[in-house]
């Protein structure tokens, strides 16, 4: 548990569905983006699964909406954001 003194980065995790083919050119991409803490390669129903720190709410809403949902080889995604 955080005590309410602590200050707590927003963290979120992404799933992503890549262009057929392309895993490995969107893996680059989305490691490039500034807030991306980790990148890892899935077998299954998701291709990558992405962290992202940011310092605020907002700054990680824009870095998933408009940086990683907007790259070309993204086919979808599903984001999940932790909330404690």
């Known amino acids: 548990m955080i005590s309410n003194q602590e200050q707590v980065m927003p963290i979120a995790f992404v799933l992503l569905n890549a262009e057929l083919g ?12 500034e807030h ?13 699964v992405v962290k992202i720190e940011a310092p605020d709410s907002e700054t990680l809403k824009k ?17 999940m954001t932790v909330i404690e």
Do not use: F, M, W
Request: avoid cysteine; charge should be positive; glycine fraction near 2%.
């Open 36 to 48: 991306v803490k980790y990148v890892y390669v899935l077998y299954g129903a998701y291709d990558l």
């Open 22 to 33: 392309k895993e490995n050119e969107l893996l680059n991409q989305v490691r490039a983006i």
């Open 63 to 79: 870095t998933i909406s408009s940086q990683i949902r907007q790259l070309k080889n993204v086919r979808s995604t599903l984001t």
